[in-house]
């Protein structure tokens, strides 16, 4: 039964996920100033993928276990917040609205890491390098805006 729990988790973190193929950084953010400490390119699908088999792992623990409403609640809506930074920082261009929706999921993050961790340790420490490559994509986003603030809108 884990199994296909994984699978129905790590298909929602994937579904997430596509949208960067729907909205892909492209030229818009390639001309953009960016701080020296912003990951290379090819760090973003590796982390996205590592991150998303952790999120999926921990979703599937906490499901199997007892007590896990909050948890379930929690997890369906920074999954639902995760989806929707791209589109809003990359499709329509608005820098500030996405670090918004970033500071939104950066909570989110954080309770469900909480709430997980009550349900069932592991999947709660499976979500701690998620809180931090988030906290990593704040302060990106953040200096982007402060670099651009023509394009910030």
Known sequence: MIYVLFAIFLAACFAAGSTGGLFPPGEWYARLSKPRWTPPNWLFPVAWTTLYICMAAAGARAAMSEGNSLAMALWALQIALNGLWTPVFFGLRRMRLGLMVLGALWVSVAATLLALWQVDIW??????????????????????????PQEAG
């Open 123 to 148: 999947a709660g420490l499976l979500f701690v390098p998620y809180l931090v490559w988030v906290s990593v994509a704040g302060a990106l986003n953040l200096a982007v805006i402060r670099l651009n």
